[in-house]
């Protein structure tokens, strides 16, 4: 009987590589500017922030990560060939963990507000992830992680509302609705913190989170009064 011929691997499928990025390597000392980043997404939906060129990063099971990744993505794939399935460990970065912390507390209210603002016409976009994104000179933009949440139309974004923690303030929430800045503010309970004041205990804490909301929503709420959720007039008159 002929011997089946199974290669060792499977016909290699395209390598699949994160958004591409206009800032270059993030490797030390490398100039290549063709670079995507890494398509780390650990276990709490917040993504590696590392960007490099095709030599800087490496492919496991057909999807490239930046080096650090890789090896977790590695150990990840031989536990589950063993049985085991672990999820992806955390990422370390408290911009990112307090972007998370406060966007857990808001999800649903703001969700709760956005099916409220919304018409047949209209989808509700909320997108778990913390994304990155590098700092912008030319734009004025920071270096900050981001949860947003949104109502399109199909002509495009009606109202997108973003939580984010700047790289150069990492204890400020900013919230923004479109473009602007609605509330740029340290949590009570950061601030406590980085005062040393004494822990409080749980109940103390729930409550300044509470409070910490309630002013991200108010300034939400008298921003959509005050601009409405609307087509631009141009797009209105376009598509009717
Ligand atoms: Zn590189
Ligand atoms: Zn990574």
């Known amino acids: 009987m002929a011997r089946k011929t199974e290669p060792e691997t499977p016909a290699a499928e395209p390598v699949v590589y994160g958004e591409p990025e206009g800032g270059g390597c993030d490797h030390t000392g490398c100039t290549n500017s063709e670079a995507y980043r890494c398509l780390y997404r650990d276990r709490r ?22 080096m650090r990744h890789a090896g977790i993505m590695e150990v990840l794939v031989l536990a589950r060939q063993q049985g085991q399935d672990l999820l992806p460990p955390d990422l370390d970065d408290r911009c990112a963990s307090l972007v998370r912390a406060v966007s857990q507390d808001l999800n649903e209210p703001v969700l709760e507000r956005l099916v409220r603002w919304s018409d ?5 976009i909320n997108d778990p992830a913390i994304r990155y994104t590098r700092p912008d000179r030319l734009h004025h933009i920071p270096g900050h992680w981001e949860r947003v949440w949104a109502l399109a139309a199909r002509t495009g974004l009606l109202l997108r509302v973003g939580l984010r923690v700047e790289d150069a303030r990492p204890e400020t ?28 205990g749980s109940q103390s804490e729930l409550v300044e989170r ?13 921003y959509v009064e005050k601009y409405g959720v609307t087509y631009p007039k141009s797009l209105s008159a376009a598509s009717s």
Do not use: M
Request: proline share 3%; charged share 15%; glycine share 6%.
């Open 45 to 66: 939906a917040v993504d590696c922030a590392w960007v490099a060129c095709k030599e800087h990063l490496k492919v496991v099971e057909g999807r490239a990560y930046c």
């Open 120 to 124: 047949t016409n209209t989808s509700i």
């Open 173 to 200: 929430v900013v919230l923004t609705g479109g473009v602007t800045h609605l509330v740029a503010a340290v949590p009570p309970w950061i601030e406590r913190r980085l005062h040393g004041d004494q822990y409080q």
């Open 210 to 222: 509470l409070a910490f909301q309630q002013q991200l929503l108010q300034a939400l709420d008298a």
